[in-house]
């Protein structure tokens, strides 16, 4: 799962950047006030991916995914993006933990099997 989240928020890390660039454009917001929010943002989606396996990490990151779609009231396509960020991420926790499911079965059938000697 870890892997799964973790490259959903790197991903999210460019995706936060290349709109701080389209917010640039904007004349309601001051160019300051926009490489301060993303440089956060892009510094929390780093955080992120090394508290995914500690306790409350997916939620901080649910929160996150919130925090993204709330981005288009100043980046209108990141309504888009955060709604599409936040299936990712739904998918990589989901999918996440079938696959460490399966591989913790696969590890305990492995360790109960005698292992076959080459030649014997």
Partial sequence: ???????TLISEFFVIG???LVAMKSDDVSVGVVWTVCGIAMLLS???C???TRPG?????????????????VVPVM???GVLFGALWWASIHYGRKIDEAKARWAAQSATQPSAEPGT
């Fill in 18 to 20: 290349f709109a701080g």
């Fill in 50 to 52: 090394g508290m995914i």
């Fill in 79 to 81: 309504f888009f993006l």
């Fill in 1 to 7: 799962m870890r892997t799964l989240c973790a490259s």
């Fill in 57 to 73: 990490g997916i939620q901080l990151g649910w929160a996150f995914q919130i925090a993204l779609v709330a981005g288009g009231f």
């Fill in 46 to 48: 780093l955080l992120l």
